[in-house]
DNA sequence: GATGAATGAGTTTTCATTCAT
DNA sequence: TATGAATGAAAACTCATTCAT
């Protein structure tokens, strides 16, 4: 018995074949790859591809999986203990644009492709919708604090402001695939945020 | 001679296929619809179809052509010449919105697919892009109108703003198609109203 | 609209189509064959195979339809209306033994193939049935008739004399595909019609 | 030097894996059963079946040499020294009966898919021929006796009687395993001594 | 032009067998 | 020897496209 070396190994494999899958996914969409383009990226066969994933499908909830992975715990760890609301609001938002213009055109794609994907495949959806939830409940949560401390104005519905951020990122970084000039994700930030802070913030005049 | 009936008929045959491309583009996806699922929605023949379009990317690429139609013109329609900058906009959110509600999955996941499906293909590109530009010329300038008239806070990014209000649009579309809770469309449409209002507008404290 | 003419190919083609399966499935077994065998044999491409049928099990089927159609017709053809029953037995097993010398390996091996895959598949099994009865039913029918009549022996049961001499008949052309000897089937055809009709005729002392 | 343990070892290991298949054979057939299948069911991992099988066609062979053990010393001791033919007959009909009425549609599948398979195959076709031919010669010897005796009536042929009665056990069997009915092996196996009996023995009027 | 049968390369998936550990 | 991950040829089936009628 092995264990130790045996688990890193196929740990290895695993990610070896997922992270090709996820190239290819992103590149050419979920129907545009075949297992025969998956299986010369990863340089595994196709046996061994089918020994640690039943089916492509499969493999296409283990790229989500890793997609959905730490980044809401990466947000909330930036965060300081006496950060206002709006604070937090405005790290959320510089954070967001700037993974967004971090984010190659291939990861942005296979975003889509997965929310895509998703929304005929009704037994996928739990597992995305779960996932959407949490951002916004994230983001709603700091907009009520928000209005419980009289920070924000109180006519806000907090959902909805999660909602609105949420789709924008979102909605941009799908624009930001169409065009092919380069995008000003940094004006768009500074835009954002003013209206924003004018928009939800008591004080700002 | 009879060139009026035959254009006529010819048209009427373009149509029927391009809408039942577009109903089934828009349930199935582009690679989930078959040439064959056109033959029978449209109830034409193979060779019909392929007398019209030279290839399945053809169509998938008609079906943009009919779908990038007259929105901008509907909504300019909608305007009075003494309208302000900003009750130009709130009538932009408000159609935007009331139009997205009425939307349905079908069509809303069309739109996703033909914008995935256009990013990766440079020969399509450019017309979604011009597609894209219109719709963002068109809010900025209404921006700009308001920023020019003192209207609106001067601090601004015209260009940005449209980006935003257009990324947000498409952004709430894609969540309501992932989510299986009703939308609620007009709380999100209030409280993006209320942000912007503050956001945008000089008198608004 | 040239139906005729069409229909008539459309047979031909199908009627290849099986052939070719049949051959193949009776020397190599449903198993053993692979459709990429019948599109050699039959001479059609895939697509036009799976134009016509379904899928492999829906072209076996097809084959054991073929197989399974008018040999009864064939034998009642042979009576005449004052046959008694005892030469109608003797009749039926004239032809029974006839048409087992003279079936090929390839045949006799298809008619097993069939029956194992039938046993294992409950959807396909009421045809296999209902053939059985079929022919259980004619033989019972006629020994019922002589028991009716005083000619054969009262202490009979008759659906258990056919269920033999179908049984039998099975068995015994199994055997002959299993021995490498050349199988002596006049022999075995007199023999058992001496046991029979000894053991079936009240008369015969 | 373990040499006994070791080789006992060996003996159940071959044992338990030859179980296996044969259990899986008979459910799933040869071409529906997978090695990995024989690895579940047996325990052992796949190095270890092919340290004794060279390959599945072997351990198909091995399963068909455990099916054709024991059963004709089985009937032999039933005997008494004083029976006649008949008496002796009619033993091997009820064992025979008794048997199939006992065994499993698994075992009887088993069965028939090897002669099948072996019908197919030249090299292994001897190892059955030799089996058939020892249970006819059994049959045949003991008709044989009766005939010289007196016991028999004397125009009747010994090798066919016994062809026609393997014969019909085994079409017997396959039918019972293609029809869904419950099957009446006690009613067929009376009516079938009632026939033999006035059929070969001579007093019987 | 219109038809729809035919094409055949391409798809996902299976599985007997091997071989490094 | 035992293990089971890896192999890759081969399977059933699909579908955009063509073309004889």
Redesign the pocket.
């Known amino acids: 018995m092995?264990p130790k070396?045996?688990a890193e190994?196929?740990k290895l494999?695993l990610d070896t074949i997922v992270s090709a899958a996820e190239t290819l996914f992103g590149n050419k969409g979920?129907?545009?790859?075949?297992?025969?383009?998956?299986?010369k990226e990863s340089?595994?066969?196709?046996?061994?591809?089918?020994?640690?994933?039943?089916?492509?499908?499969?493999?296409f909830l283990a790229v989500l999986d890793r997609q959905t992975g730490a980044s809401l715990e990466t947000m909330r760890s930036h965060f300081s203990p006496d950060d206002s609301a709006w604070t937090k609001l405005e790290k959320i938002l510089n954070m967001e644009t700037d993974s967004m213009s971090r984010l190659s055109d291939e990861q942005c794609r296979l975003s889509f492709e997965i929310q895509l994907q998703i929304s005929r495949q009704d037994s996928w959806r739990s597992k995305m919708e779960e996932q959407y939830a949490r951002a916004l409940r994230f983001i709603a949560e700091i907009v009520e604090e928000g209005i419980r401390t009289g920070e924000f104005e109180q006519d806000i519905d907090a959902e909805s402001v999660a909602a609105i951020l949420v789709g924008a990122s979102n909605g941009l970084s799908l624009y930001s695939l169409v065009t092919s000039k380069p995008f000003n994700w940094k004006k768009i930030n500074d835009t954002l945020g003013a209206i924003l802070h004018r928009g939800l913030v008591v004080s700002s005049r």
Chains 1, 2, 3, 4 share one sequence.
């Open positions: 092995t070396v045996t190994k196929k494999i979920y129907h545009g790859t075949s297992m025969d383009d998956i299986v340089g595994y066969s196709k046996g061994a591809i089918y020994g640690h994933f039943d089916s492509k499908e499969q493999l």
